[in-house]
């Protein structure tokens, strides 16, 4: 059977509102979550296993980690919500891992819509690759926030680099990159993104 895209999986909220999501940048307390998450989609759509993406992503990561690539891998979807959607403040994904692990992988990150510099695409900080993972808190310092920022992050805004990227395009990146993405209040339509973390 041929793999099929993304976009041909049927991502509606009967499905995937079975999963309990996560509101990044707010609190459990709210009511409208702007910027909810759902960790391992495929638990409610099976078909994302089997799409043209994420065999794209496993020949991708293969030839750069190698044969210590481990078989299995991460996976999220975020939603960014249009008029209310939050934005990603500057973080390291490393971050969200055990710290006593080191993990050598990489992200892949598709839109499933445009994601230009005015709806909410990602900016990453050239060379941050080669860095450590930095001191990070939960974002506005709110403990009921699931969502982390880097501390200092007035350090990277200058240092940022914008990347457009068309529905169904791609980026991948270290997972000690340090990234943000931005969006508009007034921006119309949703985005969703979803991540696979190949671990070395």
């Known amino acids: 059977m041929a793999a099929q895209s993304v976009r041909q999986v049927d991502l509606g909220k009967g499905r995937m509102g079975r999963g309990k999501p996560i509101d990044l940048a707010g609190t459990d307390d709210d009511v409208r979550p702007t910027l909810p998450q759902i960790l391992?989609?495929?638990?409610?759509?099976?078909?994302?296993?089997?799409?043209?993406?994420?065999?794209?992503?496993?020949?991708?990561?293969?030839?750069?980690?190698?044969?210590?690539?481990?078989p299995g891998n991460g996976e999220h979807m975020i939603l960014?919500?249009?008029?209310?959607?939050?934005?990603?403040?500057?973080?390291?994904?490393?971050?969200?891992?055990?710290?006593?692990?080191?993990?050598?992988?990489?992200?892949?990150?598709?839109?499933?819509?445009?994601?230009?510099?005015?709806?909410?695409?990602?900016?990453?900080?050239?060379?941050?690759h080669r860095m450590d993972v930095l001191p990070h808190h939960s974002i506005g310092h709110d403990p009921r926030i699931h969502g982390l920022e880097v501390d200092e992050p007035e350090r990277w805004s200058e240092k940022g680099v914008v990347c457009p990227v068309p529905a169904g395009g791609a980026t991948l990146r270290p997972v000690c990159f340090i990234t943000r993405d931005r969006i508009l209040p007034a921006v119309r339509g949703g985005h969703i993104h979803s991540h696979f973390v190949f671990p070395r």
């Open 40 to 70: 391992r989609p495929s638990r409610y759509a099976p078909e994302l296993l089997d799409t043209q993406y994420l065999q794209n992503a496993r020949k991708i990561a293969r030839q750069i980690l190698g044969s210590e690539m481990l």
């Open 80 to 128: 960014k919500p249009p008029g209310i959607g939050a934005m990603t403040p500057w973080h390291q994904d490393q971050a969200y891992h055990d710290p006593n692990t080191i993990s050598r992988g990489i992200n892949f990150w598709m839109p499933l819509d445009d994601a230009s510099e005015a709806s909410g695409c990602l900016h990453f900080v050239p060379g941050s």
